[in-house]
């Protein structure tokens, strides 16, 4: 199982974007996919798209299709999910998590990276 | 998209008791459902995949069961460590896109 170092809380103003990074502790993802689950406060999980690193191939859900951007490197073990023309509700704790080839489950998550939106 | 409803959003238990949670999926996933435990400041961990597959070092008290469109995680013998939200987690096989159960916060 990889284990994923995320990066430090950021502090934005609405309008702007975040680029969050997810690195595998190991060197690389192997053959998982890298998933990115947000959990606004007090609030439930919201898948956000997901991407398979040696494949580069990007899925991202409908809700954020033209405001996010989800990419990796499968060379340093390395994924980013970078969101644009963030607002308030965008607010939230931002997971990435492993899922391993054709199984559909999530069975590895990193810490959370805290984005705040605020003015 | 698939739409997924998760009951009931709240369960009050007790120590010992037996526990069940349900999710309904808008269209059949066949067995593609994941069950996970969040704990308050933490992130989520897989206890249940494929429906009814325990994930390794999960106890064996929690179990999985259902396919298509109905699914159940069940407690059996709630202890201590249990008292936490669960969500469930379906794989649209059409859409290629997951989503999450609204969440069930189990308390005492």
């Known amino acids: 199982q990889v284990q994923l170092v995320q990066s430090g809380a950021e502090v934005r103003m609405p309008g702007s974007s975040v680029k969050v990074s997810c690195r595998a502790s190991?060197?690389?993802?192997?053959?998982?996919?890298i998933n990115w689950v947000r959990q606004a406060p007090g609030r439930g999980l919201e898948w956000m798209g997901g991407?398979?690193?040696?494949?580069?191939?990007?899925n991202p859900a409908q809700k954020f299709q033209g405001r996010v951007s989800i990419t990796a490197d499968a060379s340093t073990g390395t994924s980013y999910m970078e969101l644009k023309s963030l607002n308030a509700e965008d607010t939230a704790l931002y997971y990435c998590?492993?899922?391993?080839?054709?199984?559909?489950?999530?069975?590895?998550w990193g810490l959370g990276t805290l984005v705040t939106v605020s003015s | 998209d698939i739409q997924m409803t998760q009951s009931p959003s709240t369960l009050s238990a007790s120590i010992g008791d037996r526990v069940t949670i349900t999710c309904r999926a808008s269209?059949?996933?066949?067995?593609?459902l994941a069950w996970y435990q969040q704990k308050p400041g933490k992130a989520p961990q897989l206890l249940i995949y494929?429906?009814?597959t325990l994930q390794n070092g999960v106890p064996s008290r929690f179990s999985g069961s259902g396919s298509g469109t109905e699914f159940t995680l069940t407690i059996a013998g709630l202890q201590p460590d249990d008292f936490a939200t669960y969500y469930c987690?379906?794989?649209?096989?059409?859409?290629?896109?997951?989503?999450f159960g609204q969440g069930t916060k189990l308390e005492i």
């Open positions: 998590a492993t899922e391993p080839p054709m199984s559909y489950h999530f069975d590895g």
């Open positions: 190991g060197g690389t993802f192997g053959a998982y996919a």
């Open positions: 991407i398979i690193p040696l494949i580069k191939t990007a």
């Open positions: 269209h059949s996933i066949t067995t593609w």
């Open positions: 494929k429906a009814s």
């Open positions: 987690q379906p794989y649209d096989t059409h859409s290629h896109t997951f989503t």
